[in-house]
């Protein structure tokens, strides 16, 4: 599923248009994307979390030479799934 398709599901589902069900997913997308950028998580209930976390420097290696490369510290990005949503998945996958 694109984004275009999420559109057109939750325009469906909620009875509204599409026109709306963009600008509320495009709403809900900046505001998780500001608040995790200040360091902060967002948590829904029965779907997950999503925080960011430090990835510290490191060595790594030039796969195609073998050459020792500085990999310098980074932010990530991590999402953890909520119970609810890892328990409608595992029912579905059986």
């Known amino acids: 599923m694109n984004k ?5 599901a939750i325009a469906a ?3 509204i248009s599409k026109a709306a069900a963009k ?3 495009d709403s809900v997308i900046s505001n ?6 200040k360091g902060n998580s967002v948590q829904l209930i029965g779907f997950g979390a999503f925080s ?3 990835r510290a420097a ?5 796969p195609q ?6 990999i310098k510290a980074s932010k990530t990005i991590k999402f953890t799934a909520g119970k609810t ?5 595992n029912k579905r996958n059986k």
């Open 23 to 25: 600008r509320a997913l």
């Open 52 to 54: 960011s976390g430090k």
């Open 85 to 89: 949503f890892k328990d409608t998945v």
């Open 32 to 37: 998780v994307i500001k608040v995790v950028t």
């Open 58 to 62: 490191r060595t790594g290696r030039n």
């Open 13 to 15: 589902d909620a009875d």
């Open 4 to 8: 275009t398709e999420l559109i057109d």
């Open 65 to 70: 030479t073998g050459e020792a490369l500085k």
